[in-house]
């Protein structure tokens, strides 16, 4: 499970938008909140992109954000 608060902090601080991330994973606006929103599983593909524009380095930071075991399941907006 991604844990949604922090990968939208993340995006945030980088100062990417939204629709330019989506458009480097390949998918729609729309497919990466359904990700975001853990609607939906991010591919492995996805994550090492992700993890490369949002200059996340260590195994660590990728497996608290990207498998995380327990996130707040409360909307985020």
Do not use: W
Not at 54 to 72: G, H, N, Q, W, Y
Request: charged residues 30%; positive net charge; hydrophobic residues 35%.
């Amino acid at each position: 499970m991604t844990d949604t608060k922090e990968l939208n902090r993340l995006i945030h601080e980088s100062g990417l938008t939204k629709s330019y991330i989506a458009n480097k994973l390949g998918i729609s606006l729309y497919s990466f909140q359904l990700k975001r929103e853990n609607k939906r599983q991010f591919t492995a593909e996805q994550i090492k992109i992700l993890c490369e524009l949002l200059d996340i380095r260590s195994l660590k930071e990728k497996e608290r954000i990207f498998f995380a075991t327990e996130v707040d399941k409360m909307p985020t907006f």
